[in-house]
């Protein structure tokens, strides 16, 4: 097939055209992608804590009272023991150091014995506290009481503020549910059609290099858009002297031949490769027009800001890609 002139222009014009499409439609799937698992993320549910034990002692009214009456009588047993002890003690020297004078010189309260102010003291001691014993065992077990029921109050007081903490949780578990099934479907909806439009630009492009004229190793982006560069400017008439500038500019290193490199040094490029730089610089002012569609709509359903996100990377591919395959048509 012949084609030459305008026309040769116009074709490579045209692959260009689709290569860079192709570009802005991948990153802009990419980047609703990204969108999207940053969002479901955000969405797992939160573990539901069991943060409240009713086994502890004042889990309930009877351990309460349980406690209380441990606390007293725990008390009260205390004092008798040292009561008990002291008399016993009291008893058991005097019984077995009564036979012995010298004994009974240190011990006999009545001989006024040096360890007779040791032994009076207990019986002093215990004659002392015998009225209070009532009392000081009922307040005991009063203050057993209140602290046993203080601690069931503050239990069910904690009791209270996980069981609230539970629900809200739960609330926003079921929350996330439906935000998460409307992601999901908005994101099928979307990127299928997003998907299609792609798939639709490739398969225009391969339609065009099948019409043979471009040679396979020139079939990407960068060295469709230097050599449409070459036609625009007049520096070749056909794809053959075009290919020949490319390989020169490439060895003498005057042009970037690799995407990624291109990216890293994109300000570097605006003059030397223009159309390069063009079909990065819309890929990414796609994606940012996506973001602010999105931002502008963040407290609005997810279907809502997948749409508009939707309709901000497909801007007048559909009318393009029509008038490419009116070219290609004419030109086969």
Known sequence: MEVQGNDLRNYVKSIYNLEKSVLVQQNAIRALEGYVNSERKKLVPTDVPNDYNESGLAGNISSGILSA????ATSAAGIIALAFITAIFASFISSIFSGYAFVALIFSPDLGGYCSYLVKPFF???????????????????????LGMGGRSH???????ANNRKETILENNRQKTLLLEDLNASEAKNLNKMRAKLQESESLLNDFYSVGLIYPKYRSLIPMASISEYFEAGRCSTLGEAYNIFEMERKLGTIIDKLDIVIDKLDEISS????????????DKTIQNMSQAVNSLSTSAYS????AAYAASNTQIIAKNSEYQRFLTMIR
């Open 69 to 72: 009456l441990l606390f007293g």
């Open 124 to 146: 002093g001691f215990i004659n002392v506290i015998k009225p209070f014993l009532p009392l000081a065992i009922t307040t005991l077990v009063g203050i057993g009481f209140l």
């Open 155 to 161: 239990e069910k007081s904690e009791k209270i503020k």
């Open 272 to 283: 030397q490769q223009r159309l390069v730089y063009e079909a990065v610089e819309a890929s």
């Open 304 to 307: 809502i800001q997948l749409d």
